[in-house]
C-alpha cells in the first residue's frame, strides 16, 4: 500500500523502526479506512501519535471500537468517529504549523518576516547542510539539551535522531550557519517520505543578530522542495509558553490547524 503524502513523522514506518533502536515497542494496528496504524505500547496501552490518518471523511466505526487502540493522540478530523466508538477527550487540541513546499513561499510570508529574510540575504553568513552525524554533530544535541533547561521545556529524546540516521543516513539533515568561521546557529530536519519535520534548532546572540534561523529554514525548505517533498511540519504552535517561536512559525505563512486533541478508550 503506498503511504500518502502528508503522513506525519509520528506515524511513518521509519520513525516506528527508530524507536525500536532505542527500546520502545511498537506495532501496527489495521483499520479498514486508515493507513496502518503506528502505535507505542505504553502502560500497557497501544498508543497512537498523530494517528489513525485516515484515507477518506469514511471512517469505520464498528471496526475502530474492536481495535486494539486505547490512547489517540489525533491528528485531527476525527473527534465524532473517536466518540462513537467510545473515547473520550482527555486534552484538547493542540495547533500545529504546516509549511506548503508546492507553492511560492515568499509570497506567503509576513511582511514582517519576509523583510527579515531579505536582510537575512545578505548576512555574513555562510549556510551549509550535511547528514547527521553523531560525532560531528554532538553540539547540536548539547546546545538543544542546554535550551531545553534554560527554557525549561521537554522535546523528544535524542536517541530517535540517532536511531533514524542509522535506518535513514540521508532522511536526517542538519543545517548550520557560521559567521567569521564560528558556529552561530543550527537547525535538523527529519525526512518522512514527502514530508519533513523541522525537528530542533539552536542560535546563540550572533546567528539571532543576522536572522540566521529566517535564511535557514527557507533555504532548507527550497532544498526540500527539489527533492520532491511537499510539506514542511514546524511542529506545534504554542503562544502561551513559546511566544517568540510561534510567532516565528506563523511569520513563514504556514497553515495553521487544530490537531484532534488526546483521547483515552479503556474497554
Not at 509520528?10 to 506495532?27: D, E, F
Not at 527539489?226 to 517568540?244: E, F, I, K, R, Y
Amino acid at each position: 500500500m503506498s503511504l500518502p503524502l502528508r503522513l506525519p513523522l509520528q506515524q511513518h514506518p521509519k520513525y516506528s523502526a527508530a524507536l525500536n533502536r532505542i527500546g520502545v515497542s511498537t506495532a501496527v494496528i489495521d483499520l479498514p479506512d486508515a493507513v496502518p496504524v503506528q502505535v507505542i505500547l505504553r502502560f500497557g496501552l497501544n498508543f497512537a501519535a498523530r494517528g489513525p490518518i485516515w484515507h477518506s471523511n469514511c471512517r469505520d466505526v464498528g471496526e475502530l471500537k474492536r481495535s486494539r487502540l486505547r490512547l489517540v493522540n489525533s491528528n485531527g478530523g476525527d473527534a465524532k468517529a473517536l466518540r462513537a466508538a467510545g473515547f473520550r477527550q482527555l486534552m484538547t487540541p493542540a495547533h500545529v504549523a504546516e509549511l506548503a513546499l508546492d507553492r511560492g513561499l515568499e509570497r506567503h510570508m509576513t511582511q514582517k518576516w519576509r523583510n527579515i529574510w531579505r536582510r537575512a540575504q545578505h548576512s555574513p553568513l555562510t549556510i551549509y547542510k550535511e547528514p547527521f552525524d553523531s560525532a560531528k554533530h554532538q553540539w547540536l544535541l548539547k546546545a538543544d539539551l542546554a535550551q531545553q533547561k534554560q527554557k525549561r521545556f521537554r522535546a523528544l529524546p535524542h536517541g530517535i535522531i540517532h536511531g533514524y540516521s542509522t535506518i535513514a543516513p540521508n532522511d536526517v539533515t542538519v543545517w548550520t550557519a557560521r559567521s567569521q568561521g564560528n558556529i552561530v546557529a543550527g537547525m535538523l530536519f527529519i525526512r518522512h517520505g514527502k514530508c519533513a519535520t523541522y525537528h530542533l534548532a539552536w542560535s546563540n546572540e550572533a546567528g539571532r543578530k543576522h536572522a540566521a534561523h529566517h535564511r535557514m529554514l527557507i533555504a532548507a525548505a527550497d532544498g526540500f522542495a527539489n527533492t520532491g517533498v511537499v510539506q514542511l511540519d514546524l511542529g506545534t504552535v504554542d503562544t502561551h509558553s513559546a511566544p517568540g517561536l510561534a510567532r516565528f512559525k506563523i511569520g513563514t505563512g504556514a497553515n495553521i490547524r487544530p490537531l484532534g486533541g488526546s483521547w483515552l478508550r479503556m474497554f
